[in-house]
C-alpha cells in the first residue's frame, strides 16, 4: 500500500484522539481505518468506570466502519501520546484478524515518533474462523 493517504489517515487519527474519554487511564487513543473502498472510519478508547466496559481505538473504528458496511480494511493509524509508537492491544488484534488479515499498522505520538508493523507479524496464529471447522 503506498504511503499517499498516510497524512490524512495520521490526521484523522490524531483528531479522534482530542476526543476520548480517558479519565482513569489518561492515555488517550485515536485510529483511522482505512476501507478497501477507499473510506476512513475513526474511533476513539472510551474508558468506564467498570474497566472492563470501554473500548479501545481500534475497536471502536472497526465497529463503526461494520455498522456503515465496510468489512475490508487496508490499512489501521494509530495516534498515542506514549513516548513510543503502540501496536494495537491483543483483543483488537483478534477482532482485526477477522477482516484484514495482513493489515498495515502504522502507530505514531505526538512527539513524532512512528512504527509500521503488518498484522500478521503482530499476531502470527490467529484465531480465524478457519478455527471452528470441525473436522
Known amino acids: 500500500m503506498s504511503a499517499d493517504r498516510l497524512p490524512e489517515l495520521r490526521e484523522a487519527a ?3 484522539m482530542a476526543n476520548a474519554y480517558a479519565p ?3 492515555f488517550r487513543v485515536g485510529a483511522a481505518l482505512l476501507g478497501a ?3 476512513v472510519t475513526t474511533g ?4 468506564n468506570a467498570a474497566y472492563p466496559s470501554g473500548i479501545c481505538a481500534e475497536r471502536a473504528a472497526v465497529t463503526a466502519a461494520v455498522a456503515r458496511g465496510v468489512r475490508r480494511f487496508t490499512r489501521l493509524v494509530i495516534a498515542t501520546e506514549a513516548g513510543s509508537p ?5 483483543v483488537c488484534r483478534q477482532v482485526l484478524v477477522e477482516f484484514a488479515p495482513s493489515l498495515d499498522v502504522v502507530s505514531f505520538t505526538t512527539a513524532g515518533a512512528s512504527a ?3 498484522l500478521r507479524d503482530l499476531l502470527p496464529h490467529p484465531f480465524t474462523p478457519l478455527s471452528l471447522e470441525h473436522r
Not at 44 to 47: A, F, L, T
Request: with cysteine.
Open 116 to 118: 509500521h508493523w503488518n
Open 37 to 39: 473502498d477507499g473510506s
Open 24 to 26: 482513569y487511564s489518561e
Open 14 to 16: 490524531a483528531g479522534a
Open 86 to 90: 503502540t501496536p494495537p492491544c491483543g
Open 44 to 47: 476513539c478508547n472510551v474508558e
